[in-house]
């Protein structure tokens, strides 16, 4: 099961010190396959991409995504990009530009397009009860939209928990993505 980590900065801070310290720690107690810096609030993202990325490239073999920009991914030589769920009309762009494309899908119906536009894996959400994030889809759903589609889907959502983790890899996804599992 591969792990995605999705930074926040109500946890991970809207400064490089805290947010290389806090990478820091999560890196010295979790193994990542997938790491990837959103904060849609600081004025100062690239900068904060570009030490990202930095510091990563370092200390883990972890591939380094970056949110919603793909043409700062591209210039930062990041490992690929998240698009957001209204981003779709990106992904053959993104792609083109060499980039690993994760795109957010809420339903099943987007979960297809995004399989039809291209994009190599996708986050289906939420999961398991998620603050402000609607009412969960719960396993039974994902287990369905795991076997509709052929691209890696990470499960995200309200995991919080080895428990949860393990429920999920149960369904047959690909992964799982969480912002706060590894905090």
Not at 15 to 30: G, K, P, S
């Given at each position: ?173 690909y992964g799982f993505a969480s912002i706060r599992y590894f905090i």
């Open positions: 099961m591969k792990s995605y980590l999705i930074t926040d900065p109500s946890l991970y801070g809207h400064d490089a010190i805290t947010l290389c310290e806090r990478l820091e720690n999560v890196l010295q107690h979790h193994t990542l396959d997938f790491l990837c810096l959103r904060d849609k609030t600081t004025s100062i993202y690239p900068k904060l991409a570009q030490i990202f990325i930095e510091k990563l490239r370092n200390r883990s073999d972890a591939k380094i995504l970056l949110h919603g920009d793909f043409k700062l991914a591209r210039a930062l030589h990041a490992d690929g990009i998240h698009l957001t769920s209204t981003q779709f009309d990106s992904i053959s762009e993104a792609k083109g530009s060499g980039l690993y494309v994760i795109i957010s899908t809420h339903t099943h119906e987007e979960a297809l397009r995004a399989q039809e536009m291209g994009a190599d894996a996708i986050t289906y959400s939420p999961i398991f009860h998620s603050p402000n994030k609607g009412n969960p889809k719960g396993l039974e759903d994902l287990k369905q939209i795991v076997d509709k589609i052929r691209i890696p889907i990470f499960a995200l959502g309200g995991i919080l928990s080895q428990e949860q983790i393990t429920q999920v890899e149960a369904t047959g996804a």
